[in-house]
């Protein structure tokens, strides 16, 4: 695709319901990256998969918080009985090289979670 | 623990002036340290990538450097344009016992700059 594309631009919940966000990367990136990004805070990293292997999931807060990208390449984020604690942009990357070096990084345009 | 801290919180500049936006971090062990640019409503743009073996690098009107010993990164953004308005955000690869980079980005909390027509 043109970009990485974030679905839904906005979501809001109700305390205690599921939620589900979805990233499509640019197509062919085997990096991707999940941040999370409070209200004037800089994005704050959650997980990281190279492929559809998670090489690193020690950002996410809770075991509320699970990720996945079964085929490599769409991953979906879900949050489980939400918390008003969860209300940020939730930020999706990739890349076309390996993780650790984050270079040529392209961020889609987030999903806004407000949790009432 | 990296902190990464980006001073002033805000600016606001005339256009046609050149300015200057800082990053310090907590932990010189980095692998390299990258400038983005976030509009509002919208993603980050990269607009920068610093290795740790380089003192700066440029493109177009933008230039930043790195004193990795120090801790401190500085994005110079010359003849500015309103064009320019939005915020800009340092963030940190911390380097790994094994010399290589990490997964995580550390990422300060910006500076939100306005250029005035």
């Known amino acids: 695709g043109a970009g990485v594309s974030q679905s839904p631009r906005y979501k809001v919940a109700k305390r205690g319901q599921d939620v589900a966000l979805r990233c499509d990367p640019i197509s062919g990136h085997v990096s991707l990256f999940w941040y999370q990004q409070a209200l004037g805070q800089g994005p704050e990293f959650l997980t990281y998969?190279?492929?559809?292997?998670?090489?690193?999931k020690s950002g996410l807060p809770s075991d509320r918080f699970f990720a996945e990208r079964p085929e490599g390449s769409v991953s979906t984020l879900k949050i489980q009985r939400t918390q008003q604690e969860d209300s940020a942009v939730y930020l999706c990357?990739?890349?076309?090289?390996?993780?650790?070096?984050?270079?040529?990084?392209?961020f889609g345009s987030g999903t806004q979670l407000s949790v009432l | 623990k990296q902190e990464v801290t980006q001073i002033p919180a805000a600016l606001s500049v005339p256009e046609g002036e050149n300015l200057v936006l800082n990053c310090s971090f907590t932990?010189?062990?980095?692998?390299?340290l990258q400038w983005f640019r976030q509009d509002p409503g919208k993603g980050l743009t990269s607009l920068l990538l610093?290795?740790?073996?380089?003192r700066e690098q440029t493109s177009g009107r933008l230039n930043a450097s790195l004193d990795k010993s120090s801790g401190r990164s500085t994005l110079y953004i010359a003849a500015s344009q309103p064009g320019d308005s939005a915020t800009y955000l340092c963030a940190v690869n911390v380097e790994q016992y094994s010399g290589a980079g990490s997964y995580q980005l550390t990422f300060g909390k910006g500076t939100k700059l306005s250029v005035i027509p």
């Open positions: 990357a990739s890349s076309s090289g390996q993780g650790i070096y984050h270079e040529k990084l392209f």
């Open positions: 932990d010189s062990a980095i692998y390299n």
């Open positions: 998969f190279q492929n559809e292997a998670q090489l690193d």
């Open positions: 610093i290795q740790s073996s380089q």
